[in-house]
């Protein structure tokens, strides 16, 4: 899906990034601690942050040089936590406003009768991928009345509903109770697997992510430090040292 080739990203002199390769498919953890540059990695990713060397390919072709919007188009979407406006507004609202715009049949629309098809079927759609997340009870609820872990859905859902092909969240289950937590993952499993969407995650909480990783890469001082199937890197010594010892 996404490969990174050799980034290395630098901030006055420190090396945020350093020479990162990687493979995200399936569902790719990344593993690391504060500072490590996990989220600067994200930012290159999608477009934020410029390599100062290396290439980002989507599907072998090169998108090193397009924009966020041009990446989010093809299907590349990162979670942001819901903003304090959009907390206002309706689970439902928040999710069909993240509907892409309706694009060519925007034409379209202007002919009588168009429009209104359009709006019915997001409508649909929005509903469907409720219903999934179990959000679909809360859907006139204004969402500052959600609890931490179904804004954390409905940050899924909102991806959901731009047809993305790959989600990055960064930290997706941060501050979210053990039961809710496992079964946000169990739905990224289940999105994976109906979906075929790939996702990239930055996941501080080991214990639960672990069992739901296909791959794991760990990062530290900028570098991959260690890789492998989850069985396996739970074992690597170095991503043992950068936890537990010095
Ligand atoms: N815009 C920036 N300007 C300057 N330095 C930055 C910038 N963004 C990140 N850094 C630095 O780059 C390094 C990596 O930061 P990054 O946010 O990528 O770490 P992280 O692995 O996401 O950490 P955390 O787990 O705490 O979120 C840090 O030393 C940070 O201070
Ligand atoms: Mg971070």
Not at 2 to 21: H, R, Y
Not at 171 to 187: C, H, N, Q, R
Request: hydrophobic fraction near 45%.
């Amino acid at each position: 899906m996404i490969k990174v080739l050799n980034v290395t990203k630098k901030f006055e002199g420190l090396i945020a990034v350093d020479n990162v390769t990687m493979k995200i498919k399936d569902i790719t953890l990344l593993v690391g601690p504060n500072g490590s540059g996990k989220s600067t990695l994200v930012n290159i990713i999608t477009g934020l942050y410029k390599p100062d060397s290396g290439k980002i390919l989507f599907f072998d072709k090169d998108i090193t040089n397009l924009k966020p919007h041009e990446r989010y188009k093809l299907g590349i979407v990162r979670t942001f936590q819901i903003p304090q406006p959009l907390k206002r507004m309706t689970v439902l609202e928040n999710v069909l406003i993240s509907s892409p715009h309706p694009g060519e049949s925007f034409l379209k629309s202007m002919i009588k009768g168009a429009w209104r098809k359009y709006e019915e079927e997001i409508i649909e759609k929005a509903f469907k991928i409720l219903k999934f997340l179990n959000l679909e009870d809360l859907w006139e609820y204004e969402a500052y009345k959600l609890s931490g872990g179904q804004l954390k859905l409905l940050e899924l859902a909102r991806a959901l509903m731009c047809d993305a092909k790959v989600i990055l969240l960064d930290e997706p289950i941060s501050g979210v109770a053990p039961k809710l937590a496992k079964d946000i993952f169990e739905k990224i499993k289940e999105i994976k697997n109906k979906l075929g969407i790939s996702f990239l995650i930055i996941e501080h909480r080991l214990d639960i992510a672990m069992n739901y990783a296909d791959y794991v890469y760990a990062m530290f001082n900028g570098k991959i430090i260690a890789k492998g199937k989850p069985e396996e890197i739970i074992e690597d010594k170095n991503l043992i040292e950068i936890y537990i010892g010095e």
